[in-house]
């Protein structure tokens, strides 16, 4: 079929399996030009492996150190005339890359939430690899269904204690206008942004991957964070968005000790501002982004989520050396973004922007691009005007 972007606000409702895999090629590109990570991982479990910063990372631990990944993440496969969503394409494009590699490479589609998921997972690392010495944590979703309690939890993006009004812009439009955003009307919505997007579930993986046996001396785990410039703290690093962020990097003690019989350690990566379809839903942030990635391309600085995962392996947990921590015991690859010369760049342009200059001031051009790159639009090499096959498989899913 032809499949063309069906965009509804901040999603795009199709994917374009050549597009997202010219996406896919390029990331691995990118990890084999900058050599093989020495001493990196060997084996990776991936939690929330198909788009982001989670594809990013197993690509840079497949292509940069021949790590064999299992990757679990929840998409839409593809099915005649109903095209998957970007995630599925991307994973059925990078496993096709890693067989060609000769690089083991498995998927598990479904509710990393649920201690299904996990079971399966762990019964797929005993089968295949016996154990993992990676495991990187990059989910991001609305809603988690508590596997314990069963209740179903929703976060929500809103700041704490009051209204928030700044400057947003529609990127599809251009537009740019004043938004206010009002605070949360209780704790609830605080709890439940916490239990959704807080450490409470990458606990219950590691807690579930060592009854079992199947993590390895030494192992590492990882999961992300953010936190911005001041213009944000209202809506994300002080909203309810924060606070699960918050709650997640105080998980870090409590998984130290628990894999310290295994000479483990946790860590959270305090990751750069990049478009993802989860960043995109964010109000406020995709202005920022647009200006940032303005100021770093213009510095020479600029980088994308697979440019930050090959550096946070190759500098950062295999660089032979001591892992580098600030002073809350963060890894920090946002360094460039928090830069004081580019935030203050930022912050004189972000008075500045209106909708009649963005064009000029800001990336929001490299802002759109990539929102459609995410899906597979916009890739020069791709004839979108042809038809192409959209039931496309995964090989290690096939039925
Ligand atoms: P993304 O939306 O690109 O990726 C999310 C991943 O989680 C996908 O693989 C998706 O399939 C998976 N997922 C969602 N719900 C799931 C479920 N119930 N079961 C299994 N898999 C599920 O998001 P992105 O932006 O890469 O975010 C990953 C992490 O990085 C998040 O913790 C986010 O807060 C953090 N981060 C993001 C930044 C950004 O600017 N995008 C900046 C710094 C940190």
Redesign the pocket.
Known sequence: MIIEPRVRGFICLTSHPEGTAENVKQQIEYVKSKGKIANGPKKVLVI???????LASRISAAFGSDAATIG????KPAAPRKPGTA?WYNTAAFEKQAIDAGIYAKSING???SDEIKKQTIDLIKQDLGQVDLVIY????PRRTHPKTGVAHSSVLKPISQAFTNKTVDFHAGIVSDITIQPVENQEDIDNTIAVMGGEDWKFWIEQLKAADVLAPGVKTVA???IGPELTYPIYRNGTIGKAKDNLENTVPELNELLKDLRGVSYVSV????V????SAIPVVPLYISLLYKVMKAKGIHEGTIEQMQRLFSEHLYSGNAVSLDEKGRIRVDDLEMREDVQQEVAKLWEQATSENLEEISDIRGYRNEFFHLFGFNFEDVDYESETNEVVEIPSIKA
């Open positions: 929330g492996a198909s788009t982001g910063f989670g679990v993440f929840f998409e995630g509710d990393a939430f990059s989910l991001a979703s992300y964070s953010y990751n750069k501002a990049l993802t379809q989860s960043s």
